[in-house]
Every structure is written in C-alpha cells, then in structure tokens.
C-alpha cells in the first residue's frame, strides 16, 4: 500500500521513471496483495477444516463400534461376546488405540463392559445412541423381514 502512494506522489512530482512504470508497478503490487489476502482466506478455511476433522476419526470409530457390536449381539442373540480390541480394531476399520479410546468413553458412560476379551452391553439403549443411523436402517429391516 505504502509503495502504491510513493508511486502516485512520485508520478504527481513529474519524477517518475520510464512511460508506463507506475501504473505497472501498480498492478503488480495491486495482484501481489490479493492473492496475499487470497492466500490468508484459504489458511483460515484449512485451519477450520483441521479443528473440525481432528477428532473425527475417533467419532467415526465410536459409531462404527457401537453398530458392529449391537449388529453382533443381534445376530448371536447374546448380551456378551468374546471379542478382543485387535478384533475390532479390524471390524470397524481402525486403529487399535482408537478402539480402545472408543471403548474406554463408551464404558465411562456405562454403554458396555470389557475385561480381558470378553464385553457385555449393559445399556443397548444408550449403545443406540451413540451408533451410526445405518444400524437403525439395519434393525428396521430385520425387523420387517422377521414379521413377513
């Protein structure tokens, strides 16, 4: 901005360079700033996009989880299963540890108990809750399928 006025002020004086240099200079500067203001808009977004996505995949996992095991409980018709964390790490498509936090958050809220390879629901109801819209799509057509 300060190189745009001493242009204009030296182009007013009669000093300026060779024919055309102040209103190129200009420009230049003028394009320079915009894609700086540009480029600040599009760190603002991604800095959003980043506190937005960082703890999603430890929801993803949390959603994904709570749907596998209602899934597997309905169809062993049991409230337990034996099942380790590496197991569901690979059935719900995730990393170990954020089974485990996974877990650990849905135990805290008294969902499910887990101890050495073996987890009960305790509260299917609220395993509902935190579950994907996808296992309410599946329990509705199992139960439609049941009473035909």
Sequence with gaps: ???ILWVMYDAFRGH???RGWASLSAIVLLIG??????LGIIGEYIGRIYAEVKRRPLYVVEARLARWL???TDKADERSLPVTHDVLAQMVGGPRHAVTVALNE???KGAIAHLRGRLEILNRSLLIA???EC???HANLIRSTQSD
């Design 16 to 18: 300026s360079g060779p």
């Design 130 to 132: 935190h579950a994907c």
């Design 70 to 72: 209602l899934m597997m």
């Design 106 to 108: 849905l135990r805290a």
């Design 135 to 137: 296992y309410r799509q």
């Design 1 to 3: 901005m300060l190189m």
């Design 33 to 38: 700033s915009a894609q700086l203001i540009c």
